[in-house]
């Protein structure tokens, strides 16, 4: 078992910045994948990014790709996601996930935390 809690989240202006980060405790042993979700009022929750455990893959959405960066520290325990040029769009609740293996799908990812609040006002 693998228990992640996100923070970092908040409101901000269109074209600012926000990192947000996930801790994981529990069986941080196991060498898992790590992931970004996010999920908007009235939408399906929508693949974010991706990084394998050594950092050495990552993969973006293209609706992100060139203003978002997902990075990890295994030593600390922590994963991520910085976040620049926001956008309304952006706005969304994000969830961080982790697994054994690498997709872009929800099936993919076996554990997931319980979310952080991003708005981004225009």
């Known amino acids: 078992q693998v228990q992640l809690v996100e923070s970092g989240g908040g409101l901000m202006q269109a074209g600012g910045s926000l990192r947000l980060s996930c801790a994981a405790s529990?069986?941080?042993?196991?060498?898992?994948?790590m992931a970004w979700f996010r999920q908007a009022p009235g939408k399906e929750r929508e693949f974010v990014a991706w990084?394998?455990?050594?950092?050495?893959?990552?993969s973006y959405a293209d609706s992100v790709k060139g203003r978002f960066t997902i990075s990890r520290d295994n030593a600390k325990n922590l994963v991520y996601l910085q976040m620049n040029s926001l956008k309304p769009e952006d706005t969304a609740v994000y969830y961080c996930?982790?697994?054994?293996?690498?997709?872009?799908?929800?099936?993919?990812?076996?554990?997931w935390g319980q979310g952080t609040q991003v708005t981004v006002s225009s």
């Open positions: 990084i394998s455990w050594s950092g050495g893959l990552t």
């Open positions: 529990g069986r941080t042993d196991r060498r898992y994948a």
């Open positions: 996930a982790a697994g054994p293996r690498i997709g872009d799908s929800v099936g993919s990812w076996a554990y």
